[in-house]
Nanobody
């Protein structure tokens, strides 16, 4: 199981750090992705750490502001979010799977999902 944590209320320009913890799985053997879903919108890709090459991939909307990283000692994957904007408001989900590079941004490529954590950015 995956569990996302670290969400909260922050002012625009602020920072939050989300964490994805796993039980019963070794996250370093999976690609871990972060997705988000705002009210009335579809779930969208945010970032992923691809297990095949240990590279990070980001949606253009968060490049330069968000950083995904692994903490293998704690079996966790973190998402550091800086310079947050009101448009970043959403429920953030972590997911684990073994997508190939061309599918890393597709929710359907991940088979394991956490319950989500709410991030609210006020203007």
């Amino acid at each position: 199981q995956l569990q996302a944590s670290g969400g909260g209320l922050v002012q625009a320009g602020g920072s939050l750090r989300l964490s994805c913890a796993a039980s019963g799985r070794t996250l370093r053997t999976y690609t871990v992705g972060w997705f988000r879903q705002a009210p009335g919108k579809e779930r969208e890709f945010v970032a992923a750490m691809l297990v095949q090459n240990n590279h990070a991939y980001y949606d253009d909307s968060v490049k330069g502001r968000f950083t995904i990283s692994r903490d293998n000692a704690k079996n966790m994957v973190n998402l550091q979010m800086n310079d947050l904007k009101p448009d970043d408001t959403a429920v953030y989900y972590c997911a684990a799977g073994r997508p190939i590079l061309s599918t890393v941004s597709r929710p359907s490529a991940y088979g394991n999902w956490g319950q989500g954590t709410l991030v609210t950015v006020s203007s």
